[in-house]
């Protein structure tokens, strides 16, 4: 243990640095201790807040809406180009709104909607990549043609086709954040031109969500921006969706939205009839099948083969259609109907 200096020899060393007779300067001994320090350096306060809101401070539990405006994008464009989409979330960033401008080069295309009752609105960017393989499946392109990847901007007439699908994606962004508010979107115009999309002031920080999206053996980017001031008033209803006492509630909505949202095959049958595969190699064309069926008798709908309704066929508006009358049961009878 070092001695400890009493009151007179710390005065007779200050007085001894005070004059310059003790060197303050470290000995090579002295710098050989000093490895776990470093040196000082100037912090701007203002600019530390800054890079600790763009890369740490995260809305919380976003990714659980992110993953589900995916799925649900996922679906939309599926059904509306008729060609399997398969959107993932990646990643989410903050910086300024005039970086994330630029840093896209003019590039793609970018909806803007109106996300009331949240302020300054959103934004939702696919790249060229994207933009042009749903205008070519919008135009009827075949899935055995290699999609096309222009670099240039959407013409006017290809940014109005484009407009219908972007449209498509209120209802996603609806219900993906319905857990934690409310929102009415409505899309307000595309654009090409990066220069006139302006939704808070250049400086403005804002929140990129970006999406990886999977279509024709393609991978491209879609990019879902929102303001962070817009988003920080709803902080506590973000933190508040995942309730320890339920945490099950939204999970089951979720799943339960999904399955209404699933495709089935139904099928109205009138007949049926059982053939060996010897009689079915020797049918040829002209030759007639008896059916075991009463023209009279109501045509069961088979759901999945499963018969859950009875119907009536007919036709509406010069088409052929069945109008059901009442739910299957085993003790009405045997099942009706041709496909």
């Given at each position: ?132 393989i749903m205008l070519e499946l919008m135009l009827g392109s075949s899935s055995q043609i290699e999609p096309l990847t222009m670099a240039r901007s959407l013409t006017a007439i290809e940014k109005q086709l484009f407009e219908n699908t972007m449209k498509t994606y209120t209802q996603d962004l609806a219900r993906a954040f319905k857990p934690v508010i409310n929102l009415s979107p409505t899309m307000v115009k595309v654009e090409n031109n990066f220069r006139l999309v302006q939704i808070v002031e250049p400086n403005t920080e804002v929140t990129i969500m970006k999406f990886k999206v999977r279509v024709l053996d ?122």
């Amino acid at each position: 243990m070092e001695p400890i200096l009493s009151k007179d020899e710390i005065a007779e060393l200050l007085k001894a640095v005070k004059e310059g007779r003790v060197s303050t300067d470290l000995t090579d001994q002295d710098q050989s201790t000093s490895k776990y320090f470093r040196p000082a350096e100037d912090v701007d306060l203002f600019e530390v807040y800054g890079t600790i809101k763009s890369k740490g401070a995260r809305i919380p539990n976003i990714d659980i809406i992110l993953d589900d405006f995916a799925r649900s994008v996922s679906i939309s464009t599926t059904n509306l180009l008729q060609r399997t989409f398969h959107v993932s979330h990646v990643d989410i960033s903050v910086e300024p709104f005039s970086d994330f401008l630029t840093s896209l080069n003019n590039e793609g295309a970018i909806a803007i909607y109106n996300v009331d009752p949240i302020k300054n609105g959103c934004l939702i960017h696919v790249d060229n990549d994207l933009a042009f393989i749903m205008l070519e499946l919008m135009l009827g392109s075949s899935s055995q043609i290699e999609p096309l990847t222009m670099a240039r901007s959407l013409t006017a007439i290809e940014k109005q086709l484009f407009e219908n699908t972007m449209k498509t994606y209120t209802q996603d962004l609806a219900r993906a954040f319905k857990p934690v508010i409310n929102l009415s979107p409505t899309m307000v115009k595309v654009e090409n031109n990066f220069r006139l999309v302006q939704i808070v002031e250049p400086n403005t920080e804002v929140t990129i969500m970006k999406f990886k999206v999977r279509v024709l053996d393609k991978i491209a980017r879609m990019l879902l921006i929102i303001p962070y001031e817009s988003l920080e008033p709803l902080r506590n209803l973000f933190k508040e969706m995942v309730n320890i006492d339920n945490p099950v509630t939204i999970w089951t909505d979720i799943l339960h939205r999904e399955l209404l949202e699933m495709k089935t095959t139904m099928i109205a049958q009138s007949g049926t009839i059982d053939m060996n595969i010897r009689q079915v190699m020797d049918l040829k064309a002209g030759d007639f099948l008896q059916l075991d069926y009463d023209p009279d008798q109501p045509v069961t709908i088979i759901i999945e083969d499963k018969p859950k309704f009875f119907a009536v066929s007919g036709k509406r508006h010069s088409k052929k259609a069945v109008h059901i009358k009442s739910r299957y049961s085993n003790r009405q009878g045997a099942i009706h109907g041709i496909t």
